[in-house]
């Protein structure tokens, strides 16, 4: 029998995020980070962002579950 082995998985849900900012507006400032002067976790959480983004334009639901997490 393998090993089993913690995986995490980072999660944006942008009706949330919408509470504060309009996500356009956040994704272009995102898009003029550099990401080199960044640490692991703030690259993750930008990852994140993309990604939900990504699914939103693709019409899926902003609270899905059942995505494929590796986009």
């Known amino acids: 029998m393998g090993d089993y082995v913690a995986r995490i998985h980072w ?7 919408e509470d504060f900012v309009p996500v356009d507006v956040l994704e ?8 080199e002067g960044l640490g692991e976790k703030e690259q993750a959480a930008i990852h ?4 939900a983004m ?13 995505d494929n997490e590796d986009d």
């Open 28 to 35: 272009k400032k995102i898009e003029q980070l550099a990401l």
């Open 11 to 17: 999660r944006i849900n942008l009706k949330s995020v």
């Open 54 to 66: 990504k699914r939103r334009r693709e019409g899926e639901p902003d609270d899905s579950l059942w």
């Open 48 to 51: 994140a962002f993309q990604t």
